[in-house]
């Protein structure tokens, strides 16, 4: 932290330079210092990056230019997590209309779309809001976006953006493209060709406004569940527990206890964490509610029972790109402890670590970023950050099933519960 201290004071005071250039100076020295691990690991040239930002850094002239000029600093650090941060005298500054993604005060309307790839094509995932009130229907082959091959007008969304969204991984980027990315705004269209389940094709307009969103999560979501503040669950038709898990708040293990209460006597669980946002709990607390009581978890780590009436069966855990933070050691550690089998259409985000504030000359701003991963000791010794937890088998959707209503993942979450893969998972369920 003094080491932090001195090379601000000491960017502060660099004859020639502006303030501006001050506070891109000191960030730059103290993200070499406190990210070089992580930098290594993303192979990031830092000395190229500080180059091209010094000359942005001569034309900046105003808060604003500052704050962008940060971002697309944070942005080459391919950090989920990095942000700029505004002091409290700056809490109203507005990003400019070109990099408007930013700002949460200016509309942009959802499309109602999520894609997915399967091989090399796109495919509708799902559909909501302004996509459903055109006709699409989920399973549908994508052929054009706006008169571009679909992949290539991902890759382009993401090219351009890249500048100002921080990424940990192309994994990360990509799902935000075929999710989030998939807005305008209010005045936008998006034209689409697409090849439909009956096999026909067909061109669909998207106006981009008030839409139902229809982003990460299951493409088709189980009947009847239950709710707690962030679990969805219940009973599916085969009779497997289903819980889907949007966060990690840090009383998930009482919620968890909820559910278990309801879907406790299923013959296995699935636990869905397919656009889980993150947060924070208490992991050893969590997973000791899938261990028996009375016994204890001993593989990587030794993990108590825990909670009133802790799940003994066999736990496949569903992952993709949209889990990020928390949300990936939360179902990281049933692949990682040795207690459940992890299937994923992806790894996920790669977006896991432990984060230091690096505080500027000027104390206008301030920069968050990650400075070493989260759970080192996984996935033999690489950790998470700029990797994402793979899954023990990748499973690409279906379009019959999409079409059909099915979602793949779920249904062959199911088929792994009903015959495991052997020697995939140390955990000997209960009745084995």
């Known amino acids: 932290m003094l080491t932090s201290v001195l090379l601000s004071v000491a960017a502060a005071f660099t004859p020639g330079q502006s303030p501006i250039e001050a506070d891109l100076e000191s960030a730059l020295e103290q993200v070499e210092e406190q990210c070089r691990v ?95 009130d055109v006709g699409i229907e989920a399973g549908s082959e994508v052929l054009k976006i706006d008169d571009s091959k679909p992949l290539d007008w991902l890759e382009e969304r993401i090219a351009t953006n890249r500048k100002i969204f921080s990424w940990s991984t192309d994994t990360q980027a990509f799902f935000w493209a075929t999710h989030w990315g998939l807005a305008g705004r209010d005045n936008e269209r ?22 139902s969103v229809r982003m990460a999560g299951p493409a088709v979501w189980p009947a009847n569940l239950e709710t707690t503040k962030d679990l969805a669950y219940g009973l599916l038709p085969e009779g497997w527990g289903y819980v889907r898990l949007r966060r990690c708040k840090d009383d998930l293990p009482e919620q968890m206890d909820q559910v278990l209460e309801t879907i406790g006597a299923a013959p296995g669980i699935i636990l869905d964490f397919r656009g889980n946002g993150g947060g924070g709990f208490d992991h050893d607390a969590l997973l000791g509610r899938f261990v028996p009581k009375g016994t204890s978890l001993q593989f990587a780590k030794t993990i108590p029972s825990a909670g009133p009436a802790p799940y003994g069966g066999p736990v496949v855990v569903i992952v993709d790109g949209t889990v990020v933070s928390a949300g990936e050691t939360a179902s990281g550690m049933f692949k990682e402890e040795g207690r459940g089998y992890m299937i994923g259409e992806s790894t996920t985000a790669g977006m896991s670590a432990s984060k230091a504030t690096l505080e500027l000359p000027s104390g206008k701003f301030s920069l968050y970023v990650s400075v070493r991963s989260n759970k080192s000791r996984w996935q033999n010794g690489r950790g998470i950050e700029g990797i994402g937890v793979e899954p023990h088998e990748i499973v690409e959707f279906d379009p019959e099933d999409l079409a059909a209503g099915v979602d793949t993942q779920i249904r062959v979450a199911g088929e792994r519960l009903a015959k495991m893969p052997k020697g995939k998972v140390p955990y000997k369920p209960i009745g084995e």
């Open 190 to 211: 998006m034209k689409l060709e697409l090849k439909g389940p009956d096999r026909k094709k067909k061109k669909r307009t998207i106006s981009y406004g008030d839409s």
């Open 38 to 132: 992580l930098l290594k690991l993303k192979d990031i040239d830092l000395k190229k990056v500080g180059k091209v930002l010094r000359k942005e850094a001569k034309k900046a002239k105003t808060d604003q230019d500052e704050m962008v000029l940060l971002q697309h600093l944070v942005a080459a650090l391919q950090d989920g997590h990095a942000r700029v941060e505004r002091s409290e005298a700056l809490k109203e500054l507005r990003w400019p209309e070109d990099e408007s993604w930013f700002d949460s005060s200016r509309e942009r309307g959802d499309s109602g779309l999520a894609l997915c790839q399967v091989g090399k094509k796109i495919y509708v995932k799902a559909v909501a809001g302004a996509a459903e």
